[in-house]
């Protein structure tokens, strides 16, 4: 693909040097439908980044988008508060109908504010008000959110160091196989907590990720999640569960703890769960933990009605039948065929690949090749990022709705990708 170089002068002149996503892919995106984005200039570009998974159902789906446009046209509610709307009823009953009641959930909904990081907010306060304790325990390369209390809890030192102020009240632990499988799973964990000698304060709640989108694709055993979820009902702790990433089917099932067997105390949703890139989030709590004063948590934008609108309209359209799940675990199986194939034509350059459904991470021993493998796929029109500390590991996260044949176009392009980075 050629590519003219663009204008991008009144971005790199007036936008903050903060932005990111923009300097890898340096064109200017027009319109979106499906697994395609299109630049002013008219090239094609397929998406295997999906909105860092906010657009599980692809861009511009038509059946959300009919949703949308009919609810605008009638001038419905859009900036509503916690007011009680219509739009807000369609919602929590599709998602009592469709997601909670057949999974056996009993949680209640929270709307904490329109981001992911703001139903991790609610979720650490709510943990603490109920237990009366200020400790929160999360895992070695964990991401949770650009707040302070989020960040608290996030591993990445780069992204914890520009809060400016020290981060207190958090204490990490070693994720799923984090030591080679050198020590048997939680020992370090337990110790400390049995120990009254240890100086760990007893902590409130665990918040943990099944994979760690951010952090490197690393994937939790489901073993490894029973596991600490017994842990925590031993020893008196919530357990949080953040399927921002990695819920509303990104995995395979609704929710990606389901596998594993496990009911968390606290999960917080987000990302997706519009089903259209609007902004929304959820944070989902057992009943006996809904301990909330009138107004003690708020946001502005925590009634976003057409997010409520897309959002109703997505668990209607995909998740009344199991189909979607089917769809997502087949299509993960076409993605893993080929890295398979492509990390046995790569062995001598370390190349290993990792995930569940449709989010799957191919590293190298040489940590820069990811950039480089990511920065030729843009060239051959093809969006995929970069995860982990150190963003050694080739990020796929295609729209579930993908087309098997566009994933094929896809993988095929990564394939060329890695090849021409050798």
Not at 130 to 146: P, Q
Not at 170 to 195: A, H, K, N, S, V
């Amino acid at each position: 693909m050629t590519i003219t170089q663009p204008d991008l002068s009144v971005f790199t002149t007036l936008e903050s040097e903060v932005r990111s996503y923009c300097r890898g892919w340096p064109t200017i995106f027009d319109r979106a439908q499906g697994s395609y984005m299109y630049d002013e200039d008219g090239h094609t570009y397929l998406d295997f980044f999906a909105g860092a998974g906010s657009l599980n159902y692809g861009h511009n789906n038509p059946l959300l988008k009919r949703a949308l446009l009919d609810y605008l046209e009638r001038d419905g509610v859009t900036h509503g508060l916690d007011m009680s709307t219509t739009a807000k009823r369609a919602f929590l009953e599709s998602f009592r109908d469709v997601v909670l009641r057949p999974r056996g959930l009993d949680h209640k909904v929270m709307f904490p504010g329109p981001t992911g990081t703001n139903a991790v907010e609610a979720a650490l306060k709510l943990a603490r008000k109920v237990k009366g304790r200020e400790s929160i325990v999360s895992f070695t390369n964990a991401f949770h959110g650009m707040s302070l209390g989020a960040l608290a809890v996030t591993g990445n030192a780069f992204k914890r160091a520009g809060a400016g102020i020290p981060l207190v009240h958090g204490t990490p632990m070693p994720f799923d196989d984090y030591l080679d499988g050198r020590t048997p799973d939680f020992i370090w964990f337990e110790r400390l907590l049995e120990d009254a000698g240890s100086g760990l304060n007893k902590p409130a709640a665990v918040i943990v990720e099944t994979v760690q989108g951010e952090g490197g694709v690393n994937v939790a055993r489901a073993e490894w999640l029973r596991a600490l979820a017994s842990l925590c009902q031993r020893h008196d702790m919530l357990l949080i569960v953040d399927d921002i990433q990695m819920g509303c089917g990104r995995t395979g099932p609704f929710f990606s703890f389901e596998d594993a067997g496990i009911v968390p105390d606290i999960i917080t949703v987000s990302k997706s769960i519009s089903g259209y890139g609007l902004p929304m989030s959820l944070t989902l709590f057992r009943p006996e933990l809904d301990i909330w004063e009138p107004g003690e948590h708020n946001g502005t934008f925590r009634g976003n009605n057409p997010a409520f609108v897309t959002a109703a309209a997505a668990l209607d359209a995909y998740w009344t039948d199991g189909q979607m799940e089917k769809q997502t675990l087949s299509r993960g199986e076409q993605v893993e065929h080929t890295l398979l194939g492509l990390t046995a034509e790569h062995a001598s350059a370390g190349a290993s690949y990792r995930g569940r459904g449709l989010v799957w991470g191919l590293t190298f021993a040489d940590p820069a090749r990811a950039s480089a493998v990511c920065r030729r796929a843009f060239e051959l029109g093809l969006l995929i990022e970069t995860s982990g500390p150190e963003s050694e590991v080739v990020k796929l996260l295609p729209a579930l709705t993908i087309a098997p044949d566009e994933l094929d176009e896809g993988l095929r392009v990564l394939t060329r990708a890695v090849r021409e980075t050798d």
